[in-house]
């Protein structure tokens, strides 16, 4: 039987300081209610502190899988980060989640596809599972979305949080792992979606900074018409080729963008909403991390041998899907006493 690319473990963290609606509608103009109708998110973690970016979310996400699943970080092949918030342009957050964790001297690199990095970078880690190449890899999502959006705009920084999310993979000569993927990426969709400057093409200036093009900007409505189409046209083409009806199906596990997506995506392809996993009511959208840590909260639930459909879009526009079979029980998977361990930063010194 061909060899797998398996999820063997699974670990997410959220910064403990939350951001509820309430919060926001005393600091722009809306209401717990609108957010909660067009969204269905209640609150989310904001990660607060001097000198923490996304690598101090992912960094612990990797040391609490590595804890879990009793790995020595020497043990691990390959790191593979998703962000969008990057802590630097350079080095790359995979390499200080590295140094943070005690993971030296193997490759470590990021994927930068908006909200659909965790998805791209299962399927980069997996080609090397399948390939033989290596059998410990980490995948870690990590966003800190508070960072780049703009608290004045009240139609996008009620959507995002903080946060990151990791799994182990490994191969899994039983059948089990990741069966298919599908990676799409659209760029004339970057009109509705993006973030002007702080790059090559507009470096930052006082200017760039009055004018606020260092945040999110955000086409709402056309975003959304594209992630109903594009979560739509993946998944059902997912299970298309893999012979799937909809009662075959155990698990979605969708990009945690709106709740409304989701459903209207669910509806489409005839897949009933207590087989979809929703975690954005307390997280909001953590971009990378949405996937991870859906599956992180929902692991006590997750058998040997459930079918997964995971579903991703985000800005560029990139989108993809895959088809996962669990591989291990998750109810009798490892805890961490009391949940998150509390963050272990120590300030580069560098810095
Ligand atoms: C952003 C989003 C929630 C807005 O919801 P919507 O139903 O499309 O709302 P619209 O943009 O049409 O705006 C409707 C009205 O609500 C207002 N509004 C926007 N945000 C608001 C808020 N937080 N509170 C109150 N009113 C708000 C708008 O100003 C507009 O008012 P107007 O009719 O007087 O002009 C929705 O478009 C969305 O979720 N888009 C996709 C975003 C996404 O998935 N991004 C992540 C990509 S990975």
């Known amino acids: 039987m061909q060899t797998r690319a398996a999820i063997t473990a699974v670990h997410g963290y959220v910064p403990p300081d939350v951001l509820t609606n309430a919060d926001l509608a005393r600091m722009v103009d809306t209401t717990d209610a609108w957010i909660t109708e067009r969204t269905g998110i209640k609150e989310r973690h904001i990660l607060k502190g001097e000198g923490l970016g996304s690598s101090h979310m992912g960094a612990e996400a990797v ?13 691990i092949e390959l790191l593979i980060c998703a962000t969008t918030t990057p802590d630097f342009v350079h080095p790359c957050t995979a390499n200080l989640i590295c140094d943070m964790v005690g993971i030296r001297s193997v490759g470590s690199f990021d994927v930068q596809a908006a909200c659909s990095g965790f998805l791209f970078a299962l399927t980069v ?7 033989g190449t290596y059998k410990k890899i980490i995948v870690v999502g990590a966003d800190k979305m508070s960072a780049i959006v703009d608290y004045t705009d009240r139609a996008t920084c009620v959507l995002f949080g903080d946060g990151a999310g990791a799994v ?15 990676l799409r990426s659209d760029g004339s969709g970057a009109q509705y979606l993006h973030q002007k400057a702080g790059g090559s093409r507009m470096p930052p200036t006082a200017e760039t900074i009055a004018k606020r093009l260092h945040y999110v900007h955000q086409e709402g409505a056309s975003v959304y018409k594209f992630a109903v189409a594009g979560m739509s046209e993946v998944t059902r083409e997912i299970m ?8 075959m199906i155990d698990w979605v596990v969708p990009h945690q963008a709106n709740r409304r997506i989701i459903e209207t995506t669910a509806e489409r392809l005839g897949l009933p909403l207590d087989k979809v996993m929703f975690t954005l009511q307390k997280f909001g959208n953590t971009t990378t991390a949405t996937i991870p840590l859906c599956l992180w909260d929902y692991e006590d639930k997750l058998k040997t041998g459930d079918r ?11 989108w993809g899907g895959a088809y996962v079979t669990w591989a291990y029980d998750g ?14 930063f120590t300030k580069s010194p560098w810095l």
Not at 63 to 75: I, N, V
Not at 168 to 181: F, K, R
Not at 240 to 247: K, P, Q, V, Y
Not at 331 to 344: D, F, R, S, Y
Request: glycine content about 12%; aromatic content about 6%.
């Open 63 to 75: 040391r609490g899988l590595l804890t879990k699943t009793k790995t020595k970080p020497e043990d």
């Open 125 to 131: 880690a997996q080609q090397f599972i399948a390939a």
């Open 168 to 182: 182990m993979l490994e191969p899994n000569a039983s059948g089990y792992g990741i069966l298919d993927t599908i």
């Open 240 to 247: 298309s080729r893999n012979n799937l009806r909809a009662n």
């Open 308 to 318: 997964l459909l995971l579903a991703a879009f985000g800005g560029g526009f990139t």
């Open 331 to 344: 109810a009798k998977a490892p805890k961490l006493n009391g949940g998150v361990q509390p963050a272990q």
